[in-house]
């Protein structure tokens, strides 16, 4: 991979990733599989954004559709409705903070973008999910994370047949991210999908080959944060998994993550600045 593949415009502004950042997850569902990162209210929504900026968040990724296995479908209009109504409140509180919307659905990315200024779109469908998903990206010039999933939140966990986990996502990826390319979207982050469409062994296998990806000349998003790959291995709750995410979280940097989505940003910060540290000591 090239330097100059892992800079990402937000904003206008352009990021260089060589230095890892954090994504801060701000989940607008009341359904999320870690109840603490559900909001009560508008207050609450709005420490918690003011935390996670303090503490060192570059992105803040809002999302209004639990994508957990076997998450309720929620509609069109009420994801709108969800996301629309946090959007107002963060950039009116926040209104340099660089947003990202969780998103697999064409008409809340546009309606994101258009009317709140949003940087990025976070696709956990990899474009699979929405026909018109890409084209909607090409139009609007946004960043935009491409992951790897099959089927829909629903039913995922049925599809786990792979020949080989690691080159069927990588393949998957790749096609894509030249899709992408040839549609005038060049700021494309790729995320192999840890615990979408993947068993224990399998979200393993990948992130112990995580550094395979950077065949693919774009920044690697990796979300781990407090997932089922954690606490379903340490017997625990997501609640309990914040030690695990740490130990994962620097797995996934050592293997080429230049985006870590979480929950917990102050430790992922941390996180980083240790693995910086080392990294520079080996030069």
């Known amino acids: ?9 937000l904003k206008g502004k352009l990021y260089d990733l060589r230095t890892p950042v954090v994504m801060g997850v701000v989940n607008i569902t009341p359904d999320s599989f870690f109840a603490f990162s559900r909001y009560k209210s508008d ?12 503490d060192g968040a570059t992105i803040i990724d809002v999302g ?13 209009d009420e994801e709108i409705k969800r996301i629309s109504e946090a959007l107002e409140i963060i950039c009116k509180k926040f209104p340099e903070a660089v947003l990202s919307v969780d998103t697999f659905r064409s008409p809340v990315a546009r309606m994101a973008v258009q009317e709140y200024g949003v940087a990025m779109i976070n696709d956990i469908g990899g474009g699979t999910l929405d026909q ?3 084209e ?16 829909n939140p629903q039913h995922m966990q049925e599809q786990t047949q792979y020949e080989d986990v690691v080159a069927d996502v990588l393949q998957f990826l790749a096609k ?9 979207v060049h700021d494309v982050v790729i995320d192999p999908g840890f615990g979408f469409a993947k068993t224990l062994e399998q979200n393993y296998e990948m992130m112990s080959k995580l550094s395979i990806f950077r065949q693919i000349n774009a920044p690697l998003l990796v979300g781990i944060s407090r997932k089922s790959m954690i606490y379903k291995l340490l017997e625990t709750v997501p609640e309990q998994a914040l030690n695990g995410t740490t130990a994962l979280n620097m ?23 240790i693995f910086n540290a080392y990294r520079q000591s080996t030069k």
């Open 136 to 151: 909607t990206i090409a139009d609007l010039q946004v960043a935009y994370v491409l992951m790897h999933t099959r089927g």
């Open 64 to 76: 209004g559709y639990s994508t957990r296995p076997q998450a309720a479908p929620v509609s069109v």
């Open 251 to 273: 797995l996934a940097l050592m293997g080429g993550a230049s985006i870590l989505r979480v929950h917990d940003v102050k430790e992922a910060v941390e996180t980083i600045r």
């Open 43 to 54: 207050r609450t929504l709005l420490q918690q954004v003011e935390t996670f900026l303090s």
């Open 132 to 134: 018109l998903m890409f």
């Open 1 to 9: 991979m090239h330097d100059s593949d892992l800079f990402l415009k």
């Open 176 to 184: 894509r991210v030249a899709q992408l390319r040839l549609l005038g």
